[in-house]
């Protein structure tokens, strides 16, 4: 049974930081994507960065320059480094794994709350 926990959620204020981790098991962890989603309330979910196998990545335009995901197969984590942060980036912010050869193997974790306000 593949689980992913997302942890290092909190508030903030506008300027901060905060760093998310994603703990997976019950997987191969080095061989599969992943990624970071956020869903603010109201809105529909987003892709805010992702990372290859081989550590690619890729960020929404909204936070190139701000946000940083890296991965740790090692110790099967998967972090988000998030700096600057603006109130625009309030929302619950989940991490999945999948695999590109079958649909039907995709995990997600059970979110954790970010919250940008003075």
């Known amino acids: 049974q593949v689980q992913l926990v997302e942890s290092g959620g909190g508030l903030v204020e506008p300027g901060g930081s905060l760093r998310l981790s994603c703990a997976a098991s019950?997987?191969?962890?080095?061989?599969?994507?992943m990624g970071w989603y956020r869903q603010a309330p109201g809105k529909q979910r987003e892709l805010v960065a992702d990372i290859t196998s081989g550590s690619i990545t890729n960020y929404a335009d909204s936070v190139k320059g701000r946000f940083t995901i890296s991965r740790d197969n090692a110790k099967k984590l998967m972090y988000l480094q998030m700096n600057s942060l603006k109130p625009e980036d309030t929302a619950v912010y989940s991490c999945?794994?999948?695999?590109?050869?079958?649909?039907?193997?995709?995990?997600w974790g059970q979110g954790t709350q970010v919250t940008v306000s003075s």
């Open positions: 999945s794994l999948w695999s590109d050869y079958d649909p039907e193997y995709a995990y």
């Open positions: 019950g997987t191969i962890f080095s061989i599969y994507p």
